[in-house]
């Protein structure tokens, strides 16, 4: 098993940057693909307090089923997490983990700081 992850969506040109950004590194990440491959409520908890974020700042409130779930006004950490298990779209990516510590790409280069 690699000691960095990345939750990486292929769709995403932000996520690709990073990826090729850890490769050049030298660094052969696991990828998981969140979208096929979603984290349950309990490893979103853990990569929420690798980030240092509460769940509301980790969503991407751009999202089309941010407005139709209607979760703006809400505050309740667990209702978020489990929004953001149920339809992981929610997620801001890509999140690149590496022991205790975690960072989202954007920019890429903000992973640096962790690895």
């Given at each position: 098993?690699?000691?960095?992850?990345?939750?990486?969506?292929?769709?995403?040109?932000?996520?690709?940057?990073?990826?090729?950004?850890?490769?050049?590194?030298?660094?052969?990440?696991?990828?998981?693909?969140?979208?096929?491959?979603?984290?349950?409520?309990?490893?979103?908890?853990?990569?929420?307090?690798?980030?240092?974020?509460?769940?509301?700042?980790?969503?991407?409130?751009?999202?089309?089923?941010?407005?139709?779930?209607?979760?703006?006004?809400?505050?309740d950490e667990n209702e978020?997490?489990?929004?953001?298990?149920?339809?992981?779209?929610?997620?801001?990516?890509?999140?690149?983990?590496?022991?205790?510590?975690?960072?989202?790409?954007?920019?890429?280069?903000?992973?640096?700081?962790?690895?």
């Amino acid at each position: 098993m690699s000691e960095v992850t990345i939750y990486h969506n292929p769709r995403c040109s932000k996520s690709r940057q990073t990826l090729e950004l850890l490769k050049e590194k030298s660094i052969e990440p696991e990828v998981v693909e969140y979208l096929k491959t979603p984290p349950n409520a309990a490893e979103l908890k853990d990569i929420l307090s690798k980030l240092g974020l509460s769940a509301d700042e980790l969503m991407r409130k751009k999202e089309a089923i941010y407005k139709e779930l209607g979760l703006a006004g809400v505050s309740d950490e667990n209702e978020l997490i489990t929004a953001m298990v149920n339809n992981p779209k929610l997620i801001e990516r890509p999140i690149v983990i590496k022991g205790d510590k975690a960072a989202i790409g954007r920019p890429p280069e903000s992973v640096l700081d962790i690895l």
